[in-house]
């Protein structure tokens, strides 16, 4: 393994099972000695625990910090007040999708940029060349996330005010003793909240809740059930949903937002970012769209896997689940464009699984949004 970051929970993720695996730079867990099943019923009906600290922070102060992020992003972060975050977009020049992130602001002239495994550290730098701006890298930062209906409840217990904290919100507080960040957002589709620590309180804070949430029902869940709770709830994951992970035959790597179905990440209004003319010139030239499968089986298809009407590939499946909840199996795919409507008879033909699939709108859970954005 190649990981050149490293979890301060590392040893409590071996403990649970977990061998651990480069993501993003950082030795991850992405399974337990848990079934998956499991932890995903966890966080639908209760809530689990989640080291995310593999996400990468980048933190850009100065008098310059917001024309930077207008620039390498696709919202207007002006908009933003301190305590307010936004879910964004980044492209490459010829309008391409190369990286997504959370953009907090803090402060006037102070930002914090949290994203994947994309180019975004990368373009952010070199923004700033010029700038009167200072993009700082903070990898002991580390991202916790509690997530699930319980979550609330139990940190009711110790943060006053969680309760009115808004969708996409966050407050600086104390959680243990310790300084902490706590941000109304996650990668469920649930209610919950990512908690950011330093790396030597990150131990405390997550034998703590996995401790005294135990009576609740909260369990530490691996990296691997953000997979099963993201294809419910239309959250797509970089590389794995993109041309980089499965290239358009005969052409460049590269999507569209609106291909993807992010265009709704570009603010009203806003024509000056990173790749803007390409973007809207790409408007209605889509190749394929993002779109959900329900499979006819109890099976969990496959990266790949094709999705044919008679003798025509049509698709193919990018990630797949199947919830002992719902009793029903689901998946995110790239299509034809024709295809991306509700209903639509198909036949899923994979390598190890063959069954009959029917194109469905996203998301398959909680398509209103009303758990994520629930109040009080």
């Excluded at 590392?10 to 099943?37: E, F, P």
């Excluded at 002239?109 to 949290?114: H, L, R």
């Excluded at 709704?264 to 990173?274: A, D, L, M």
């Excluded at 990266?303 to 049509?314: E, H, I, P, R, S």
């Amino acid at each position: 393994m190649s990981s050149w970051r490293q979890s301060a929970l590392a040893d409590r993720h071996r403990a649970l099972g977990s061998t651990l695996a480069d993501w993003n730079g950082m030795a991850t867990a992405w399974t337990y000695n848990t079934d998956l099943a499991d932890e995903h019923e966890a966080i639908r009906t209760r809530a689990g625990l989640m080291d995310v600290s593999g996400l990468k922070k980048v933190h850009l102060v100065g008098p310059h910090a917001e024309a930077l992020i207008n620039h390498a992003t696709t919202r207007n972060v002006g908009k933003l007040y301190p305590g307010k975050s936004v879910y964004a977009c980044m492209l490459n020049e010829a309008g391409k999708f190369i990286d997504d992130c959370v953009i907090y602001r803090n402060g006037p002239n102070a930002f914090m940029v949290v994203h994947g495994s994309g180019q975004g550290h990368e373009i952010l730098t070199r923004g700033a060349v010029g700038r009167n701006v200072a993009v700082l890298f903070d990898d002991d930062l580390h991202d916790l996330s509690l997530q699930g209906p319980l979550a609330v409840d139990y940190l009711s217990g110790h943060v006053p005010g969680i309760r009115e904290l808004p969708y996409f919100h966050h407050l600086q507080t104390r959680l243990f003793g310790c300084p902490v960040t706590i941000s109304r957002t996650g990668y469920t589709g649930e209610r919950g909240y990512e908690i950011f620590c330093k790396g030597v309180d990150a131990p405390l804070i997550w034998d703590t809740i996995v401790a005294e949430g135990k009576a609740l029902g909260i369990m530490p869940c691996s990296f691997t059930a953000l997979d099963w709770l993201r294809v419910e709830s239309y959250l797509l994951f970089y590389p794995y949903d993109n041309s980089d992970m499965y290239p358009m035959e005969g052409e460049a790597i590269g999507d569209s937002l609106w291909e993807l179905g992010l265009d709704f990440t570009v603010s009203p209004g806003k024509t000056e970012f990173r790749g803007a003319a390409e973007h809207f010139r790409l408007q209605g030239r889509e190749r394929f769209k993002i779109y959900g499968i329900e499979l006819d089986t109890q099976d969990i298809a496959q990266g790949g896997d094709a999705l044919w009407d008679g003798d025509t590939k049509v698709g193919f499946v990018t990630c797949a689940m199947y919830s002992r909840l719902t009793g029903r199996a689901m998946a995110i795919a790239r299509m034809n464009p024709a295809y991306a409507v509700p209903g639509r008879s198909l036949e899923l033909r994979g390598a190890s699984l063959r069954c009959a699939a029917t194109t469905h709108s996203l998301p398959f859970d909680d398509p209103e949004k009303l758990k994520r954005t629930a109040k009080g």
